[in-house]
Nanobody, 125 residues
């Protein structure tokens, strides 16, 4: 009943910027959280950012604070992740997730109920 589809990934040089999107369909809950996670080869899935409805509060992982910004467009049912000053270590598959009745304080993957397939972000040196 909930479908998430990421887009916007690609190849970018170190120091550059990229924006990935997560389009949500079939959403029926009035209170929920949307999160961005990433996973790189040989590493565990890492929390990146989260935003909550209806408050709009946000939360960020330590490794991306000051560089990444999560935002939402209610009319388009879309969540964005603006990534600036990208580093090679940001290379990963970026996935969005949804948690009904959740808040932006949810930072563990197991707290989320629905997931998109992910989009690849590669940062070259």
């Amino acid at each position: 009943q909930v479908r998430l589809v990421e887009s916007g990934g690609g190849l970018v040089q170190a120091g550059g910027s990229l924006r990935v999107s997560c389009e949500v369909s079939g959403r029926t809950f009035s209170s929920y959280a949307m999160g961005w996670f990433r996973r790189a080869p040989g590493k565990e899935r890492e929390f990146v950012a989260a935003i909550s409805w209806p408050s709009g509060r946000t939360n960020y992982g330590d490794s991306v604070k000051g560089r990444f910004t999560i935002s939402r467009d209610n009319a388009k049912n879309t969540v964005y992740l603006q990534m600036n000053t990208l580093k090679p270590e940001d290379t990963a598959v970026y996935s969005c997730a949804a948690k009904p009745l959740g808040t932006a304080s949810a930072i563990r993957p197991y707290e989320y109920n629905y997931w998109g397939p992910g989009t690849q972000v590669t940062v070259s040196s």
